[in-house]
């Protein structure tokens, strides 16, 4: 790795939104490690590798402890400071709670806000040490709704919306910056790893992936708080905020419910 390169890591960056994310650090002077729960994170990083950066990849659970430990570990071996952490990781599901088998959600959980909040723990405090960082954290619009048929996901993405602002406060007087990315439906592996396609939303035209993390990655690099993407979205937010809660529950039932795709 080069010391003329910044160091960033990136997780849940095998296919996505995360890929994405990885592929503008590697075009913004950025030298890699990447991190997702899957084999393919390879050949994730012989690609990035083609864009001239310098990319360590680590196949690890980060919905629990020790795969967090594992990525943290490789971080240290490389010796190099994280310039920024990409805190992307992240499963869905779909289907009403009750009917769910909870080791999904368990590993929703543990993937969103565990092995989230340990990774940004562990990184954070080696950036306020130094006091230089840049952490960005992929919530969601989801955060601001009541996810019928998606209850679990987008609690867990209230979590992190909310929990993304409160941290950026706590370091507002230091050189870490926290930016909270909130895309909408964006078009990934997400709903049929989710078995939502069924679903009007899972069968829906979708943002483009590399187009949000591209806003993301811009706002991190600003130093912004937050970015919502595309229009639509930004419209979405602006209503849930008035709109009362049961309403909203009831109008995502129709975008999320199953069998919805056919009506």
Do not use: W
Not at 164 to 181: Q, Y
Request: hydrophobic residues 40%; charged residues 25%.
């Amino acid at each position: 790795m080069s010391a003329d390169r910044q160091f960033a890591i990136v997780t849940g960056a095998s296919t996505g939104i995360g890929l994405e994310l990885a592929r503008c650090c590697a075009q913004n002077n950025f030298d890699l490690l990447i991190a997702a729960d899957e084999p393919q994170i390879e050949t994730a990083a012989a690609g990035l590798r083609g864009l001239g950066a310098a990319v360590e990849a680590v196949e690890a659970d980060l919905s629990t402890l020790e795969g967090v430990d594992k990525l943290y570990d490789a971080a240290k071996r490389i010796g190099r400071p994280v310039d920024a952490l990409l805190a992307n990781a992240g499963r869905g599901l779909g289907r009403g709670f009750l009917d769910q088998d909870f080791g999904q959600i368990r590993h929703v959980i543990d993937t969103n806000i565990t092995g989230t909040v340990y990774l940004i723990h562990r990184i954070g405090n080696d950036m306020r040490r130094r006091n230089a960082g840049r952490i960005l954290i992929t919530g969601s619009i989801a955060g601001f709704i009541p996810g019928s048929f998606q209850a679990v996901y987008n609690g867990t993405k209230a979590f992190l919306d909310s929990f993304s602002f409160a941290i950026r406060e706590e370091l507002r007087d230091t050189k870490v910056s926290v930016t909270c990315l909130m895309p909408g439906a964006t078009e990934t592996e997400f709903f049929r790893r989710a078995d939502m396609m069924d679903t009007k939303v899972g069968t829906a035209d979708k943002d483009d992936a590399a187009m949000v993390a591209r806003t993301g990655f811009d706002a991190m690099m600003r130093g912004d708080g937050d970015v919502v993407t595309g229009f639509r979205n930004k419209v979405q937010t602006a209503v849930a905020s008035v709109i009362p809660a049961g309403v909203l529950a009831r109008q995502h039932r129709h975008q999320t419910e199953p069998g919805t795709a056919k009506r």
